[in-house]
C-alpha cells in the first residue's frame, strides 16, 4: 500500500503523524505523496476537506481514512488511541471502499467558466450586504432569494453548516443535493420557499444574480473567495463520487447520534 498523510498542523495531530509514519514503515507500508492509493488525515473533518481538496485530481485511485486528534469526526472517524488497530488492519486486510456522493459547480462569469467539485457544501453570499439572487430548478424559474445566503450541501455535508440553518440529515447512500437558505427575507415583497430542498442526482439548480457587476463571496467547504462577473452557478450531483476505506463497520447514524447525542 502507498499511502500519502496530512495532519492539522498542531502538536498532537503532528506527533500522531510522526508515530503514524514509523509504525507503517515497520508494516511493510510505503509513503508515496505524489501517487498514493490511500490518503490519511490526521486532525478533524476540517483536515479531510483539505485533504480531499489536495488529492481530488486523484479520485478514481485513491480511498481517504480520517484519525480524530479531538472528538470524532464524520469524515475522520478514527481516535489517536486506535493507531495501532488501524494499521495492523491496513498491513493486513483489505477495507470495505464506501462511495459518498459529490457537489459539481459550474460558475459562468465574464471571463469564461469555472468549475469546483466539494465535499461538504459550495456557499454563496454577497460582498455588499444581502444577497439577491434568483433560483431555477431544472431551467424553470423557482423563487426570487434575498437574505444572508444559499448553501447547497452535499448528503455528508448535510451534517456540517447545512445542519446549522435546519436543514435535514441526509443519508450519503442518497445522491442529492440540498439547498438551505441563510436568513432569508420573507415578507409581502419578497418570498421563498423557507425551508430546505432537496434535488435528486437527475436535477440541478441555477443561481442567477441580476447584476454581474456585484461582487460575491463564493465558499468552497473550507475555501473562501470573492468573484465579480457572476453570470450564473449551476449546482448537480458529481459524476465522480468520493471513497472512504472502512476496516470496520461504523454507521452514518451512529455517527451522527456520537457527535450530536451522545449516549442515550
Ligand atoms: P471551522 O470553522 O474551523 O470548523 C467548522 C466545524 O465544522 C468543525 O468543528 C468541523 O469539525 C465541523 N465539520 C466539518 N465538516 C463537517 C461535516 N461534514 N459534518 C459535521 N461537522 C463538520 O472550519 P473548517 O474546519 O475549515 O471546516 C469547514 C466547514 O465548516 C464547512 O465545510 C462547513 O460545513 C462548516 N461550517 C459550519 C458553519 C456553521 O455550522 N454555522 C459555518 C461555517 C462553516 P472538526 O472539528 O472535526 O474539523
Same mark, same amino acid.
Given at each position: 500500500m502507498k499511502y500519502a498523510l496530512l495532519d492539522r498542523g498542531d502538536r498532537l495531530s503532528r506527533e500522531l503523524s510522526e508515530q503514524f509514519q514509523t509504525q507503517a514503515k515497520a508494516r511493510g507500508l510505503i509513503y508515496d %505523496? %505524489?501517487?498514493?492509493d490511500t490518503v490519511v488525515s490526521i486532525g478533524g473533518d476540517g483536515t479531510m476537506l483539505q485533504a480531499f481538496h489536495r488529492y481530488k485530481e486523484l479520485l478514481d485511485r485513491v480511498a481517504f481514512i480520517g484519525i480524530h486528534t479531538g472528538h470524532l469526526g464524520f469524515y475522520a472517524d478514527w481516535q489517536k488511541n486506535e493507531l495501532v488497530e488501524l494499521l495492523d488492519l491496513m498491513a493486513s486486510s483489505e477495507p470495505r471502499n464506501i462511495h459518498y456522493p459529490l457537489l459539481h459547480v459550474d460558475i459562468v462569469t465574464t471571463e469564461g467558466k469555472e468549475t469546483h467539485l466539494v465535499l461538504n457544501e459550495f456557499t454563496l453570499k454577497s460582498g455588499d450586504g444581502t444577497l439577491v439572487s434568483a433560483i431555477h430548478i431544472n431551467d424553470e424559474p423557482f423563487e426570487m432569494f434575498r437574505g444572508d445566503g444559499i448553501v447547497i450541501s452535499t448528503p455528508t455535508g448535510s451534517t456540517g453548516y447545512n445542519k446549522s440553518l435546519g436543514g435535514a440529515v441526509i443519508h450519503p447512500s442518497l445522491e442529492a443535493l440540498q439547498i438551505a437558505e441563510i436568513a432569508s427575507i420573507n415578507n409581502r415583497v419578497y418570498r421563498t420557499l423557507g425551508s430546505s430542498v432537496i434535488l435528486p442526482k437527475h436535477h440541478h439548480c441555477d443561481i442567477v444574480p441580476p447584476d454581474p457587476g456585484e461582487e460575491l463571496i463564493i465558499g468552497v467547504d473550507h475555501m473562501l473567495m470573492a468573484l465579480t462577473g457572476v453570470r450564473s452557478i449551476t449546482c448537480r450531483v458529481a459524476e465522480k463520487k468520493v471513497t472512504f476505506a472502512r476496516y470496520r463497520p461504523f454507521t452514518f447514524w451512529n455517527r451522527v447520534r456520537e457527535a450530536f447525542i451522545g449516549s442515550v
Amino acid at each position: 500500500m502507498k499511502y500519502a498523510l496530512l495532519d492539522r498542523g498542531d502538536r498532537l495531530s503532528r506527533e500522531l503523524s510522526e508515530q503514524f509514519q514509523t509504525q507503517a514503515k515497520a508494516r511493510g507500508l510505503i509513503y508515496d %505523496e %505524489e501517487a498514493p492509493d490511500t490518503v490519511v488525515s490526521i486532525g478533524g473533518d476540517g483536515t479531510m476537506l483539505q485533504a480531499f481538496h489536495r488529492y481530488k485530481e486523484l479520485l478514481d485511485r485513491v480511498a481517504f481514512i480520517g484519525i480524530h486528534t479531538g472528538h470524532l469526526g464524520f469524515y475522520a472517524d478514527w481516535q489517536k488511541n486506535e493507531l495501532v488497530e488501524l494499521l495492523d488492519l491496513m498491513a493486513s486486510s483489505e477495507p470495505r471502499n464506501i462511495h459518498y456522493p459529490l457537489l459539481h459547480v459550474d460558475i459562468v462569469t465574464t471571463e469564461g467558466k469555472e468549475t469546483h467539485l466539494v465535499l461538504n457544501e459550495f456557499t454563496l453570499k454577497s460582498g455588499d450586504g444581502t444577497l439577491v439572487s434568483a433560483i431555477h430548478i431544472n431551467d424553470e424559474p423557482f423563487e426570487m432569494f434575498r437574505g444572508d445566503g444559499i448553501v447547497i450541501s452535499t448528503p455528508t455535508g448535510s451534517t456540517g453548516y447545512n445542519k446549522s440553518l435546519g436543514g435535514a440529515v441526509i443519508h450519503p447512500s442518497l445522491e442529492a443535493l440540498q439547498i438551505a437558505e441563510i436568513a432569508s427575507i420573507n415578507n409581502r415583497v419578497y418570498r421563498t420557499l423557507g425551508s430546505s430542498v432537496i434535488l435528486p442526482k437527475h436535477h440541478h439548480c441555477d443561481i442567477v444574480p441580476p447584476d454581474p457587476g456585484e461582487e460575491l463571496i463564493i465558499g468552497v467547504d473550507h475555501m473562501l473567495m470573492a468573484l465579480t462577473g457572476v453570470r450564473s452557478i449551476t449546482c448537480r450531483v458529481a459524476e465522480k463520487k468520493v471513497t472512504f476505506a472502512r476496516y470496520r463497520p461504523f454507521t452514518f447514524w451512529n455517527r451522527v447520534r456520537e457527535a450530536f447525542i451522545g449516549s442515550v
